[in-house]
């Protein structure tokens, strides 16, 4: 079993949890993922790392409610435990990899997308820990839902907050902050990673494609089983067909088909509608229709 420490609601429907997993922690680099399940009969729900110290055999998590499981994730309290808490699985941001004077050298830019704020910080943090400061441009709806403001601002070397509705800081899309800073402020920068719901990493790749902008994604958003064998996560990448969750969950942003994998993302709304149908009427479900009494 492993061991909630902390679980904290962040915004709406968004939750994070300090986990105490020591062999987890031990092995964990920014860009990978965990796999949990509450229970042995449990859904296997794939999460990116937010957090991890390795001294202190703790991971955290951020996830938000999507479905029937995470629902049930976010009645859990610190003392409770995970039944099944596997990883770090995923390949690592290959920024760790890449020779740390260089990096130095190089201009880099993150774009978060709401929950997206969550795998971006370990990176940040790794970056800003050996020496490389990084731009950070954090968008969400609206001021409640930015996550992780103080923390991104202690290892950000410029963080940019864009809100759809412009309730805080500012209004409009975190591309229209990239847009701004590169054709009015004239920022060069050598590499962009933008972390997100598909639809917005999308739109970061056009543009990044359109300003000549090297860019990587993080392809979590489509993971299911997490290991490769239920295909779920399968993606075009330019001309070959990748796993995310054991090719990735990063790739070449401008060779992903978003298309095909927001249409492959779609494929289990019906099921994820049942799961949560029958969770909310509970003795009284009978199969789906919502009309029990």
Not at 133 to 155: C, F, S, T
Not at 207 to 224: A, D, H, Q, R, W
Request: hydrophobic residues 40%; aromatic residues 6%; contains cysteine.
């Amino acid at each position: 079993m492993y061991k909630i420490l902390k679980a904290e609601k962040l915004a709406e429907k968004i939750y994070l949890m300090d986990v105490e997993a020591p062999r987890v922690a031990k092995h964990c680099e920014p860009g990978q993922f965990i796999i949990v399940k509450m229970d042995e009969k449990g859904e296997r729900i794939p999460l990116t790392i937010c957090d991890f110290n390795r001294e202190k055999g703790i991971v955290t998590i951020v996830f938000q409610i999507v479905g029937a499981s995470t629902e049930k994730m976010a009645h859990l309290q610190a003392g409770d435990a995970f039944s099944d808490f596997v990883g770090p699985l995923g390949c690592a941001s290959e920024l760790i990899h890449e020779d740390i004077e260089e990096l130095k050298k190089k201009k880099i830019v993150f774009v978060a997308g709401g929950v997206g704020t969550a795998p971006v910080y370990p990176q940040v943090k790794w970056l800003h820990e050996h020496g490389v400061d990084v731009d950070v441009i954090v968008g969400a709806k609206n001021k409640d839902l930015i996550l992780l403001e103080d923390e991104m601002k202690a290892v950000a070397g410029n963080l940019y907050i864009t809100t759809d509705d412009g309730s805080y800081v500012r209004k409009g899309m975190g591309t229209d902050v990239l847009k701004e800073l590169v054709n009015e402020k004239g920022m060069k920068y050598d590499l962009c990673i933008a972390i997100g719901p598909l639809i917005m990493m999308k739109f970061v790749c056009l543009l990044t494609k359109e300003l000549g902008i090297p860019t990587v994604v993080s392809m979590n958003p489509i993971m299911v089983d997490g290991t490769g064998m239920c295909g779920a996560c399968r993606l075009q990448v330019g001309d070959a067909i990748k796993f995310a969750c054991v090719d990735g969950p990063e790739f070449d942003g401008h060779l992903v088909d978003f298309d095909q994998a927001m249409k492959r993302q779609q494929m289990y709304k019906t099921e994820e509608g049942r799961a949560m149908l029958k969770l909310q009427e509970g003795d009284t479900h009978h199969g789906g229709c919502g009309n029990c009494n």
